[in-house]
């Protein structure tokens, strides 16, 4: 069985380039956010339900991410409702991932891994971390987001310094060489365990 790597992180702390840098290293990906987007996306298996629970958010057969946001900044329950849609699929969609694995290590990319308790199921968890004000300048540089819709996001995400001080590697995404070099470390580690216990 591969070894599980749980790769978690507050919003904009650099997840997904610093999953990119596993890849490199020879690892499998899973994404949580990108399960979403195949959800959301035409044929999704979370347009009807959620075409179901908010109408106005499906436009020609995909979920529509913008007024989603403005759904979710207008009505306080609003998330944990997608939340109850979108989790069980997500779920479904990582367990047909898993059957066609080979890799040695899998890294599981998900924002939240800890928030959810899925990091029981990893064998050792990695957490991307930068300070708050370069965490959000890189949100709001991205310009998908409003400073409001960003705020509201990160108050439902375990504070950085808890999930920094759980987790068994922190990478700090300070800049993308040192972020690849950590990488690189903890893939060395990973294996060198693994050869050990072969
Ligand atoms: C809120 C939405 C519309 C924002 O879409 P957008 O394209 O702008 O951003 P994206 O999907 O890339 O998410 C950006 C980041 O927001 C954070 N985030 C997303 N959903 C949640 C959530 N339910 N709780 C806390 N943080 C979240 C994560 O850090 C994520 O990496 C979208 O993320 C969504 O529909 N979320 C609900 C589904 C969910 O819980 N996804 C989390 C992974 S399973
Ligand atoms: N190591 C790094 N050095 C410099 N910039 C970085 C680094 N890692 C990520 N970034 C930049 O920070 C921004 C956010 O990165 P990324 O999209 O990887 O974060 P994320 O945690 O996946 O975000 P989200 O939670 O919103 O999905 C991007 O603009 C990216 O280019």
Known sequence: MSFRLGLTGSIGMGKSTTASFF????????DADAAVHRLYDKG???????????????VDGVVDRARLKAII???????????????PLVAADRADFLKSVTADIVVYDIPLLFETGGDKAMDAVACVS???EDQKARVM???????????QIL???????DKCARADFVIVTDTLDHARQQVQD???EIRTGLNQNA
């Open 23 to 30: 890849v490199d290293e020879g690892c499998a990906l899973w």
């Open 44 to 58: 999704g298996a979370a347009v009807a339900p959620m075409q179901a629970a908010f109408p106005e958010a499906v």
């Open 73 to 87: 900044a207008s009505e306080p329950t609003a998330l944990k409702q997608i939340e109850a849609i979108v989790h």
């Open 130 to 132: 930068i300070p708050r």
């Open 141 to 151: 540089e991205r310009g998908t987001m409003t400073e409001a819709q960003f705020e």
């Open 155 to 161: 108050a439902k995400q375990m504070p950085n310094e």
């Open 186 to 188: 903890i893939v060395k």
